[in-house]
């Protein structure tokens, strides 16, 4: 019987807190509630991304790295005249391969949904030339998530309880972010 994907196994393993995270999202259906939602992307991802830049990429991963939406997302947030929260870090997991594919799946898997996320944005009135340049970008790129599944498949000797663990560490990042821009307790 062949053994189960990487890919699957994350899934499993992270998908209580994906729907909490999907929860707290949630259809941003007016102006308000989008700003919101910027509020606590632009937290989630500023801290996430700034742990990246500082980690040194496996030289299995070649040319592929992470896209870095911070910046967008801060546009986004002057365009529609949003204060961003104040800044929190990411956990503290270390320096691994574990903790970088880990990481990587939760980034890229949101891509997926920043399709669905762009559309709701545009019936607000939001697109790629205002407030939402973010997901205009990130749901454009349709190769990013089968180009991460072979890498995360193909990479030597990762010990998938600690990816997972770094995945589910991810998730609680970008939930205590959001939970954050919409004032509930963490």
């Known amino acids: 019987m062949p053994e189960r994907s990487r890919r699957a196994q994350l899934r499993e393993s992270t998908l209580q807190a994906h729907a909490s ?12 509630a989008y700003k919101n939602y910027l509020r606590g992307i632009s937290t989630f991802r500023d801290a996430v991304e700034r742990k990246l830049v500082s980690t040194v990429w496996p030289q299995q991963c070649g040319a592929w790295h992470a896209e870095m939406f911070s910046g967008l997302i801060a546009v986004d947030l002057n365009d529609l005249d ?66 991460f599944l072979v890498l995360l498949e193909n990479a030597d000797a990762l010990d998938m309880e600690r990816v997972a663990h770094a995945s589910r560490a991810t998730f609680q990042t970008a939930e205590r972010a959001f939970r954050q821009a919409s004032h509930e307790p963490a």
């Open 21 to 32: 995270l999907d929860r707290l999202v949630g259809s941003f259906d007016s102006p308000d």
């Open 82 to 147: 949003v204060t961003p929260q104040p800044s929190m870090d990411a956990p503290d997991l270390g320096r691994s391969p574990e903790v970088l594919f880990g990481m990587l799946y939760v980034l890229e898997g949101s891509a997926l949904g920043a399709r669905v996320l762009y559309k709701r944005a545009k019936q607000l009135g939001f697109d790629e030339d205002f407030g939402a340049r973010h997901l205009a970008v990130q749901s454009r790129r349709s190769d990013r998530w089968p180009d």
